[in-house]
C-alpha cells in the first residue's frame, strides 16, 4: 500500500512538472481561471499555485505572466458570470442551487445595494462566494461599467495573493513541487475561509447595527402624547 502511494505521488508530481514546462501551461491557466469564475469546481487558485511554484523552481513560465493571464482570465469568467446571471437569472448555475449557493445569493442581493465595491472584491477570495456576487450583480442590474472596473481590481488583487501564496510554498518546500502546490492550496483555501468569515461578520454587525439604529416613529410618538394630555389622570 506505502508503495502505491509513494509510486502515485510520483506519477502526479511528473504530470505536475510536464504541465508547468509544457506549452499549454498558459491556455490551461486562462481556461482555468476563467472558469471558476462561474463554476466553483474549477480548480483557478490550483493552477496558478501549481505554476508559481514552477516559476519559484526555476521552471515553466515566468511568475509574473502567471500572474497577468491569472488575472485576465479571472476578469473574464467575471464578466461571463454577470451576462449569465442578467440573461438567465441566479438559477442559471447549478451551484447556486443548493442550500449554500442559495444563501450566497440572498447575501449578495442584500449587500450589493448597500456596499457593492466591498462586496465584489472580497467576494472574488471565496469560490462559491465570488460566483454568487458576479451572477446576482447581473441579475439585479448592478452597473455593468461599476461591475467591470471592480472586477478588474478584484482580479488583480487574487491573482497576486495565489501567485504569492504558489511562491511562498515553493520556498518553504521547494524540494517537492508536489508538496509546495498542495501547501500553497491548502494555505489558499484557509485564507478563502477567514475571509468569508470576515465579510460575513462584519455585514452581520452592520446589520445588527441598522436594526439597533430604527426608531419609533413621530406620529406615534405625537398621538401617544395627546392622548396623555386628553387624560391627565393617566399621566398621573
Known amino acids: 500500500m506505502v508503495a502505491w502511494v509513494v ?23 486562462f481556461a482555468t481561471t476563467a472558469g471558476d469564475g462561474f463554476f466553483p469546481p474549477i480548480p483557478g487558485e490550483t493552477v496558478i499555485v501549481m505554476l508559481a511554484v514552477g516559476a519559484q523552481s526555476g521552471g515553466g513560465v515566468a511568475w509574473g505572466l ?14 461571463l458570470a454577470y451576462a449569465l446571471g442578467r440573461a438567465l437569472g441566479t438559477r442559471a448555475l447549478p451551484a447556486l442551487r443548493g442550500p449554500r449557493g442559495r444563501g450566497a445569493v440572498a447575501w449578495a442581493t ?9 462586496v465584489v472584491l472580497g467576494a472574488r477570495f471565496v ?29 488583480v488583487a487574487w491573482a497576486t495573493y495565489s501567485v504569492l501564496i504558489g511562491t511562498l510554498a515553493a520556498a518553504w518546500v521547494g524540494d517537492s513541487p508536489l508538496l509546495a ?3 500553497g492550496v491548502v494555505g489558499g483555501i484557509l485564507l478563502g475561509v477567514l475571509v468569508d ?40
Open 7 to 29: 509510486e502515485a505521488w510520483g506519477q502526479v508530481e511528473a504530470w505536475l512538472l510536464a504541465l508547468v514546462d509544457s506549452v499549454w501551461a498558459l491556455p490551461v491557466l
Open 66 to 79: 502567471v500572474l497577468l493571464v491569472a488575472a485576465l482570465g479571472a476578469w473574464c469568467g467575471d464578466q
Open 110 to 118: 442584500r449587500s450589493l445595494d448597500r456596499r457593492g465595491a466591498s
Open 127 to 155: 469560490p462559491v462566494g465570488r460566483t454568487a456576487v458576479n451572477v446576482t450583480a447581473g441579475a439585479v442590474g448592478f452597473s455593468r461599467r461599476r461591475f467591470m472596473a471592480l472586477s478588474a481590481v478584484a482580479s
Open 181 to 183: 502546490v498542495v501547501v
Open 197 to 236: 468569515a470576515v465579510v460575513r461578520l462584519r455585514a452581520a454587525r452592520r446589520e445588527r447595527a441598522a436594526a439597533a439604529a430604527v426608531v419609533v416613529p413621530a406620529p406615534a410618538v405625537r398621538g401617544t402624547e395627546a392622548a396623555l394630555a386628553a387624560c391627565p389622570d393617566a399621566a398621573r
